[in-house]
């Protein structure tokens, strides 16, 4: 079991940066691969960015170059810093942890954190 607790959402202001926290109870932090993901209303949650195991990372093109994710394994902790914020960065945002276990595959998600880019 993986417990995920977000934390940095806030409001910013257009071409402003926020830094986004995600910590991981539990062991085996370094086996999972770690998420962000984002949800605005009406729409389904979406992928911006992951980092694997390995420090692999991968970016929705909308974020490529503005936001950068990454892991502290020694903390349990995975980042996102977001720069050059635009309005319709403006979402719930969702850690997650993939935790892969033989064949299985157990997906954790935190409870969201509200960021809010003002024009």
């Known amino acids: 079991q993986v417990h995920l607790e977000e934390s940095g959402g806030g409001l910013a202001q257009a071409g402003g940066s926020l830094k986004l926290s995600c910590s991981a109870s539990g062991s085996g932090f370094r086996t999972l691969r770690m998420g962000w993901y984002r949800q605005t209303p009406g729409h389904q949650r979406e992928l911006v960015a992951d980092?694997?195991?390995?420090?692999?990372?991968n970016y929705a093109d909308s974020v490529e170059g503005r936001f950068t994710i990454s892991r502290d394994n020694a903390k349990n902790t995975v980042y996102l810093e977001m720069s050059s914020l635009k309005p319709e960065d403006t979402a719930v945002y969702y850690c997650?942890?993939?935790?892969?276990?033989?064949?299985?595959?157990?997906?954790?998600w935190g409870q969201g954190t509200q960021v809010t880019v003002s024009a």
């Open positions: 980092i694997s195991v390995f420090g692999s990372t």
């Open positions: 997650k942890a993939q935790q892969r276990v033989l064949s299985s595959i157990n997906d954790y």
